[in-house]
């Protein structure tokens, strides 16, 4: 089991989807919260007490700047939830150099480089027995590759494979990386694309099932999230 009272959080991503319900449920466990996304009043409308940081994850400076609000304001991070992120449609001829890489840099990259930058943090928690984490959420493209979605479901796999290798050296440290790959959900992801227009799809499941199930595995210690542990 993971204690989250009193933990420093940061949840990236946390005026979406998922990640406003996410967000909700860890301060219902009395987590101190850094709220991250570009939006300053979408990331207050939320209604979670925390600290706001006003950020594009795209932009290299921008986790310095995560790591640095959140450590002036609780003192280290315990934690991490990267539930930003994005989805584009169309075929491998429409998919533009300049989609492909939005696409990557910010479904991929920015989680990894984020996680760099808070490494020393993250260890200091660690140090302290305070069981620090890291949790990536992916999604079902990365086990299940989607014709119409090859870029994002490369950029979701690649993140995958990069969880897999750096969960192994990290648990050496103490410190735990859960890949999270949840199917389909109802949050209009796919109505905000990066680009091209999206498939008729099925009925997704509940936003707020699927957070509930993502602070479940922070909290019993999960280490990896396959889509089929949605339910
Ligand atoms: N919904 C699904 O079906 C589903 C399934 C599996 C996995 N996922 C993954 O789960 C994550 C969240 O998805 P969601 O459905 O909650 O999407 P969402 O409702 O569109 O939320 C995306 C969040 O990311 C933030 N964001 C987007 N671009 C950003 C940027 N450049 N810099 C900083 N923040 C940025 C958004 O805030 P701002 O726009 O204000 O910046 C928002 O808070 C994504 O990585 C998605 O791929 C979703």
Redesign the pocket.
């Known amino acids: 089991m993971s204690e989250i009272q009193d933990r420093s959080i940061v949840v ?9 319900p996410l967000a909700a449920l860890l301060a219902t466990l009395g987590a101190r919260l850094t709220l ?4 300053e009043s ?2 207050r409308a939320v209604g979670v007490d925390g600290e706001v940081v006003a ?4 932009k290299s400076a ?1 986790a310095q700047a995560i790591v640095d609000a959140a450590r002036r304001a609780y003192g280290g991070i315990d934690g991490i939830v ?6 584009a449609f169309g075929s491998v001829e429409d998919l533009s150099d300049e989609v492909l890489i939005d696409l990557f840099t ?2 991929t990259l ?1 989680p990894i480089r984020l996680l760099r930058v808070a490494l020393p943090s993250l260890r200091e928690s660690a140090a302290a027995g305070r069981d620090p984490f890291v949790m990536h ?5 990365a086990e299940q590759p989607m014709p119409g979605m090859a870029g ?1 479901s490369a950029a ?1 796999a690649a993140l995958m494979a990069y969880d897999a290798a750096a969960a192994r050296e990290l648990r050496r440290e103490g410190i735990r990386l859960i890949d999270a ?10 109505t ?1 694309p990066l680009a091209g227009q999206a498939p008729k799809m099925p009925q ?1 499941l509940t ?1 707020e099932s ?1 957070a509930q199930r993502l602070v479940d595995a922070i909290v019993s210690g999960e280490k990896d999230l396959a889509s089929g542990a949605f339910g």
């Not at 990236?12 to 406003?20: F, P, Y």
């Not at 790959?181 to 796919?190: D, F, I, K, V, Y």
Request: hydrophobic letters at 40%; charged letters at 20%.
């Open positions: 990236v991503g946390a005026s979406g989807g998922l990640g406003a991250v996304g570009r939006d979408r990331l950020v594009d994850v795209r921008s990267n539930v930003a992120g994005a989805v910010l479904d920015a959420v992916s999604a079902i493209v994002y979701k790959r949840p199917p389909h959900t109802e949050t209009g992801l796919a905000r997704g936003p699927v």
